[in-house]
């Protein structure tokens, strides 16, 4: 079965970087879209980024643009989110998810906390 494993979170003051992972199984990981979201308490879950099944296209949302990037490693089944810069607004809980013929897989999460 698909599972999706969120690692590389923790607490970083503003300005700071981090770089989460998401390690996939259960699906032909490169041949999928892989895409990142981010939930912060009391707040709707929000796009982040995206990247296509092999990594020539990527997106990111306008506001993380310039700040963070989508990557994957086909051989390690493995998607990356490289977050630079980082501000106390980048708080929340960051997700790996999959949309596999009609159902969207969405990992644990992994929680980033940006303050001083």
């Known amino acids: 079965q698909v599972h999706l494993v969120e690692s590389g979170g923790g607490l970083v003051q503003p300005g700071g970087s981090l770089r989460l992972s998401c390690a996939a199984s259960g699906f032909t990981f490169s041949r999928q879209t892989m895409n990142w979201y981010r939930q912060a308490p009391g707040m709707e879950r929000e796009w982040v980024a995206e990247?296509?099944?092999?990594?020539?296209?990527?997106s990111v949302a306008a506001s993380v643009k310039g700040r963070f990037t989508i990557a994957r490693d086909n051989r390690d089944d493995t998607v990356f989110l490289q977050m630079n810069s980082l501000l106390p607004e980048d708080t929340a809980l960051y997700y790996c998810?999959?949309?596999?013929?009609?159902?969207?897989?969405w990992g644990q999460g992994t929680q980033v906390t940006v303050s001083s």
């Open positions: 990247i296509g099944p092999t990594g020539a296209y990527t």
């Open positions: 998810s999959v949309w596999i013929t009609g159902t969207n897989f």
